[in-house]
């Protein structure tokens, strides 16, 4: 799975999930339209995503996602439309939220390689093998948990847990015991 | 090999490694909530035949809006409502309910060496029982009602010691506030951080939940405490624990949860609790925050002080207030209520303040003790139990540019109402502000006359 986009930047650090999905939303169970609530918590949120329009890839500041475990961020931006996210840290929930729902987590620990992803107008990131391109050019290189890039590439998490339900129910028995 | 507290109640829940560094690691409890529970009940209904691996390791509780505030709240609050009756999963609801953080424990649902997840990023607050406690997102949380297990990697565990006692006035909130300024606002990401030492052990319960709550502010996975007598006294002849002899077995393997003394730690830090002194927050993430006696620092991001109407230098003190809030789940338990009814006894407010008791069972408790009256005798709004403002759902909203004084947990941009900026304090330092209209601590309030506190009565 290849994505490729124009790139839309978001540089600032510690964006929180409240910022991302505000929580006066949080009531709503469908999950439609959520892609025009996202960053509406943000002072100048919706301009910026006004200013890129088409863009498939963010690209953060670290700590993204920190706060509020609310899947409802990653539902957010996934139904506006991306899908890969770019930064140097992800917190933790978010992080595995994005796992489960598709979007891919790209981590970019070096701060030269992230800053030339902030600065590319478009990217285009090689899911299956783990690097992303600028200009044809190779510009980073990044891990994914070899568990969860296969949920991310074939969905899946949900069937794989059912297939656990005997295994689980198997340790129970030897804990009682 | 030697082992963290948290090793040991790890180990005791792997069901099996799985592949990248993961295991599978199985739940013990799972507190389920209006806002994160529909999804994964209705995906669950549609593609697994509507299966639950144990009903009897779940709790429901209507915690976020109860009772609703308007259809989307209502909708919310019936669908976990028959999703808990079909499966006969025991529910806390309007009227009995009230923050799944303060009800769990106080109804004894939470104990030493469980596992326990919830759909809310403040489960950490669990952890003070030394329970292995942690929010996760509704896709996970399917998982666990499937299967009663969560994926994971095994994170690292960072020690922190705090030594000696608090005073000054600095209370469970500071020292939350300082390990968080301390560690950064991040510092934890990846980690759990696991409290020791001689301050740690005089906490009461509730200062350790309060404590523990704000673990997540410093990124980490959860916050842990070892179980001690404290502990033990806390759960004993609560309703979800076993009386007489089952309850002293488990409290005597509970005696044995403690870290190795020479168990291996990512990190230790060192904080000496005498030094800790009352902290505020300036800036728009927890790890900003100041001595009270302090100001706006000179390095300040300068985004923050944008968005908060700040310039570096401006003294907190001095810093006017809209409106108040003392409540959730950080800090509305009885006893943050009865510390703020101190503050506030026979004087009155000059701003709008909402006091929000964090379960209706300390609802009843401080309607008991009088402090119901106490509050509004100072012209503070005293409601039912709910999360209300603290994540801007209800009330007590704040408008774009209202500058409030509140003992919760987060001050992100928007979190209590678009454009609101948030100062986080502690219970007795928001009564205070709210006496004077300006942050402000108890020492310097005016003295009560002893008839005008008889007159107010």
Known sequence: MIVESRVLALPRANVDTDQVFPGKYLSLISREGFGEKLFEGMPGGRELLASKPGARIIVVGDNFGCGSSREHAVWALVDYGFKAIVAPSLARIFHENAYNNGLVPVIVRDPQAHAACLAAERLSIDVANETIRAEGCEIARFELDPLKKEFLLRGGFMEYLASKVDTVRAWTRRRVS | MPQSLFDKVWDAHVVEELPGGNALVFVDRLIAIEITTPQPAAEIAEKFADRLFDASRIVAINDHVSPAKDTETAVQAQALRSWAKRHGVVMYDVGANGICHVVTPERGYVEPGITLVCGDSHTCTHGAFGAFALGIGSTAQGGVMLAGAIIMQKPKVLRVNVSGRLGNGATAKDLALTVIATLGFKGATGCIIEYHGSAIEALSMEERMTLCN????????????????????????????????????????????????????????????????????????????????????????????????????????????????????????????????????????????????????????????????????????????????????????????????????????????????????????????????????????????????????
């Open chain 2, 214 to 457: 704000m673990a997540i502010e410093a990124g980490a996975t959860t916050g842990m405490c070892e179980p001690d007598e404290t502990t033990i006294e806390y759960l004993r002849g609560r309703e979800a624990q076993p009386k007489g002899e089952e309850f002293e077995r488990k409290a005597a393997a509970w005696r044995g949860l403690k870290a190795d003394p020479d168990a291996n730690y990512e990190g230790v830090v060192e904080i000496d609790a005498a030094k800790i002194r009352t902290v505020v927050t300036w800036g728009t993430n927890p790890g900003e925050s100041v001595s009270i006696d302090g100001a706006v620092p000179a390095d300040a991001d300068a985004q923050s002080l944008e968005y908060m109407g700040l310039v570096a230098g401006t003294p907190i003190r001095s810093l006017a207030l809209d409106q108040a809030f003392i409540g959730s789940c950080t800090n509305a338990r009885i006893s943050d209520l009865r510390a703020a009814a101190d503050v506030l006894r026979g004087r009155r407010v000059m701003i709008p303040t909402v006091i929000t008791p964090g379960s209706q069972a300390v609802k009843r408790q401080a309607e008991r003790e009088g402090l119901h009256d106490v509050f509004q005798d100072a012209g503070a709004l005293w409601t039912h139990s709910s999360c209300g403002p603290c994540l801007g759902l209800s009330m007590g909203v704040v408008a774009p540019g209202m500058r409030i004084i509140s003992s919760t947990n987060r001050n992100f941009p928007g979190r209590m109402g678009a454009g609101g900026r948030v100062h986080l304090a502690t219970p007795v330092v928001v009564a205070a502000s709210a006496v004077l209209g300006r942050i402000a601590t108890p020492d310097e309030l005016p003295a009560v006359q002893a008839e005008t506190a008889a007159a107010n009565r």
